[in-house]
């Protein structure tokens, strides 16, 4: 209630008549740029449309084009937008191909394809302003990609449809094809060298590349080793730059260590929630197994999680269904946040 009795008055007594007026000034901009240079209006619209997608401002803009269809039977003033759509499924796509890390990669596939239906602000918000330089790869792309459109008088002929499914709306009224032709090469321009230049300046930042090495590590597993005699699995994972990475993780409980899939516990054995070991404990106390921090302190106490100085991320779980003793039996020396050296009383 009190962010409505903040924000519903200030949207219409401030920031809706500021974006109303600020889309005004950029229709009127375009349309004076566009009667000294076509071309030069269209790489205009191309380069900062994405710019107003963010803002909102694009809204603004909108009714430009719907009173040139209604009035001309066509726009062709604000369509060099058209650009950036496939622009921003380009450069998505090509992270796809370069980047190693795997959330990214997840991320990158399904914005690509809605984005191709003509929706990408997913990738935009998601991808694209996080990482900057594709965002900058793509404007530059729709700037290219809007100049050629303007250059050669591309229109739209009907409202409707996004993306690809714009393209019916381009077909002339006469049915000729020139215009969805001027369509096609201006997609593939853009979608070409947007894609390339992608591929050639794009790289994984130094953040990136870290939790992709960090991810590697945990897909991999970790080693575990028992009062010196238990099964020790290295872990392994090569990152950009070649880098071997191995930690040596310590049994956390002294006893008799079991394979994952022996556990009479589903989430476990079936390795969804990560490689590791059971332990058949032979006392109460745990130790932490390497050095690091204490990421999460579950409430009942039944539960730790763990971060090396490595960055392996571990889940140290007590029991099976303890969840359930809501902390019944259990004591933290630990609290979260803390930093603790290997073998240290937890």
């Not at 401002?57 to 009714?63: A, D, E, Q, S, T």
């Not at 302003?129 to 809007?146: D, H, R």
């Not at 990152?239 to 009479?264: F, I």
Request: hydrophobic content about 50%.
């Amino acid at each position: 209630m009190l962010t409505l009795l903040v924000s519903i008055p200030a949207g219409f007594l401030l920031i809706g008549p500021l974006a109303t007026f600020g889309s005004t000034l950029i229709a009127q901009g375009v349309m004076t740029v566009r009667n000294f240079s076509p071309m030069l209006a269209g790489a205009l619209v191309g380069l900062t449309w994405q710019i107003l997608v963010i803002f909102g401002l694009h809204w603004g803009v909108i009714p430009v084009y719907i009173n040139n269809i209604m009035t001309n039977g066509y726009d062709n003033v604000m369509m060099p937008f058209f650009a950036c759509t496939f622009a921003t499924s380009a450069v998505v796509l090509a992270i796809f191909f370069k980047t190693k890390n795997r959330q990214l990669k997840e991320m990158a596939l399904p914005n690509f394809i809605s984005g191709i239906f003509g929706v990408t602000e997913p990738a935009i918000y998601g991808i694209l302003l996080p990482l900057k330089k594709p965002f900058i790869i793509s404007c530059i792309a729709g700037c290219i990609g809007g100049g050629f459109y303007g250059a050669f008088n591309f229109r739209k002929f009907m409202m409707g449809g996004m993306g690809i499914f714009e393209f019916p709306a381009m077909i002339e009224p006469d049915g000729g094809m020139g215009n969805l032709i001027v369509a096609l090469a201006g997609v593939a321009i853009t979608m070409v060298i947007v894609f390339a230049a992608t591929m050639i300046f794009y790289k994984d930042d130094k953040k990136t590349a870290e939790e992709t090495a960090t991810g590697d590590r945990k897909a991999e597993g970790g080693s575990v080793e028992a009062e010196g005699a238990s099964e020790t699995v290295p872990e392994k994972a090569e990152t950009r730059a070649a880098l071997l990475h191995q930690t040596q993780l310590y049994s956390p409980l002294r006893g008799r260590v079991l394979k994952l899939e022996t556990l009479k516990d589903d989430a476990f054995a079936s390795g969804v929630l990560g490689k590791g070991v059971g332990i058949w404990p032979e006392e109460g106390n745990v130790y932490a197994p390497a050095d690091g921090v204490v990421s999460v302190l579950f409430p009942t106490l039944h539960a730790i999680g763990f971060s090396t100085d490595e960055g392996v991320e571990l889940l140290i779980h007590i029991g099976l269904d303890t969840v359930q003793l809501n902390g019944e039996g259990f004591q933290a020396r630990v609290a979260q946040g803390d930093r603790v050296k290997k073998d240290s009383f937890w």
